[in-house]
């Protein structure tokens, strides 16, 4: 498996080409394509201004919780632009662990400061599958829209995957036997999301960073895939005990 | 970057030399080597029998309440094995979520009931960083010891570092700028985690699994680095809601 950063893609505006951005740079005849949140939002026209999220009482609530635990002087209109991302607000201090709205949990509903030219915020694309959907068709290879976060447990952030298409988003393992014949414990591999962190190692971060990824060679295998990538909070019970935990 | 399995390695027995058995099969004179850690296990001799592990009054009662709620038997030896193998229980039903003896939070602290010859149980390494570092030092490359399970929020299973040697875990950003001067809101990537991930997409599960990948081309950048890798419980918002949860 190799895995080769698209060099020399331009700044990306709103309305730019990506699709063709990339095509013109790498040869992409087979292949799954990684391309970071950032310059698909960017594409899209995800910006937008902290004027544009007046904070509601809900908003001012939050960021002045936020201010006491902290010590740090938080704007209420960036508590209310991640409340309007989000569907559910799973820890409110001293971080804000949300849903967005297309399911994925991570801080601040992935609302990026950094990175966003002259306006105050990019917030992730609104249906990152959708995305990678239009870019896959338009490339003819599968296209994974990544984004790093955190995680419980774990120290430091990964690449993951927020939306995918032209390829399911697991390897199904289950009723495969090892070598002795027993049944394997390890079911259902998420590769999008392996994909999406092989990918954020060639990236790199910062204004040396390249947002989009090409590994070729990764195979899926005889099994069969499933699609399943966000858990179900019935399904989750570490979601179930941070409900529990913020109704104290 | 690259990755590439190593092919061929034979069914691994206590006391076998895995470093050699690697070195044998492929040139290792760069690269990160990515090791399953069921074949450092098996080369530690980290086989068990249910026998070893005679169930008390707590392995019974988790073993009781698992029964109850499942409807599947449950023998209260296993529970035995993940007690002793755990240092905190964060979920006891309707699966056990423990952090292992070396600070790893997984299901069952890690124990593996399949591909283990004749014996019942694989239990992960006792200390995984020391395992990698013993074979980082035989063979001049930084390892990984590798290991696959699920986590909350996103579904499915994913390769993640267990322990590690002769690399930092994380590629620390911080101070590092973005292309229009402001500071990243990413700070630390964990790698090493990263490094797993990729490797699992290789090595594959099952009769044709490979449990042994190398990478190459990885560019730890010019950045620091940080060794941080399992969380402290102090930073861990979502380890401190499961604590209150059982509490309840």
């Keep these: 498996m190799r895995l080769q950063p698209v060099s020399g893609l331009p700044e990306i505006r709103p309305g730019d080409d990506l699709a063709s951005l990339?095509?013109?740079r790498i040869d992409?005849?087979?292949?799954?394509?990684c391309l970071a949140s950032t310059?698909?939002?960017k594409a899209e026209g995800r910006t937008a201004d902290l004027g544009e999220f007046p904070a509601g009482p809900r908003a001012r609530e939050i960021a002045a919780g936020l201010e006491e635990l902290t010590g740090e002087e938080k704007d209420p209109r960036f508590a209310q632009a991640v409340l309007e991302e989000s569907t559910e607000l799973l820890i409110e201090a001293p971080f804000l662990l949300t849903e967005t709205r297309f399911g994925h949990v991570c801080v601040n509903a992935g609302i990026d400061r950094s990175n966003t030219g002259?306006?105050?915020?990019?917030?992730?694309?609104?249906?990152?599958s959708e995305s990678a959907a239009r870019l896959s068709e338009a490339l003819s290879v599968p296209?994974?829209?990544?984004?790093t976060c955190g995680r419980p447990f774990r120290h430091g952030q990964r690449g993951v995957a927020i939306g995918w298409a032209g390829m399911p988003a697991s390897r199904?393992?289950?009723g495969e036997r090892d070598r002795d014949g027993r049944e394997l414990g390890v079911t259902v591999e998420n590769v999008i999301d392996e994909l999406a962190a092989a990918a954020n190692l060639v990236a790199g971060e910062g204004d040396g960073g390249v947002p989009?990824?090409?590994?070729e060679g990764f195979e899926f295998g005889r099994m069969g895939g499933s699609n399943e990538h966000f858990r179900a909070v019935e399904d989750d019970y570490v979601r179930q005990a941070l409900r529990g935990w913020s109704r104290e």
Tied chains: 1, 2.
Excluded: F, M, N, Q
């Design 212 to 215: 989009a990824v090409v590994v």
């Design 118 to 128: 002259g306006d105050d915020l990019l917030l992730l694309p609104k249906h990152p």
């Design 22 to 24: 990339v095509a013109e």
């Design 172 to 174: 199904d393992w289950r």
């Design 39 to 41: 310059v698909v939002s």
């Design 143 to 147: 296209v994974i829209v990544t984004d």
């Design 28 to 33: 992409l005849d087979s292949g799954v394509l």
